[in-house]
């Protein structure tokens, strides 16, 4: 079974920084692609960004210059560093590898 346990998150004014990790175990996910994903209340969850097993990065349009997503693999994390963040980046923030996701964790951005 794999877990997946996301921390990093938190309290922030605009302009500021966090850092997301999320960190894999149980289960071989080696091959697996990673994704992280939000959710406002009141709407569906958005995808932020996905790296392959490969490395290789993507990101939903409006994140892709302010975001960075990296894995440690011999660490079995992954991150998401956020940069320059606005009020709009409010969110929960999910962790998915493999089909699993983990609990979430808020960021919340204040003006």
């Known amino acids: 079974q794999l877990e997946v346990v996301e921390s990093g998150g938190g309290s922030v004014q605009t302009g500021g920084s966090l850092k997301l990790s999320c960190v894999i175990s149980g289960a071989d996910f080696s091959r697996c692609p990673k994704f992280w994903y939000r959710q406002v209340p009141g709407r569906g969850r958005e995808f932020v960004s996905t790296?392959?097993?490969?490395?290789?990065?993507s990101y939903a349009a409006f994140y892709e210059d302010r975001f960075t997503i990296t894995q440690d693999t011999a660490k079995n994390t992954l991150y998401l560093q956020m940069d320059s963040l606005e009020t709009s980046a409010t969110a929960l923030y999910y962790c998915?590898?493999?089909?699993?996701w983990g609990h979430g964790i808020q960021v919340t951005v204040s003006s």
């Open positions: 790296i392959s097993s490969g490395g290789t990065p």
């Open positions: 998915v590898v493999c089909n699993n």
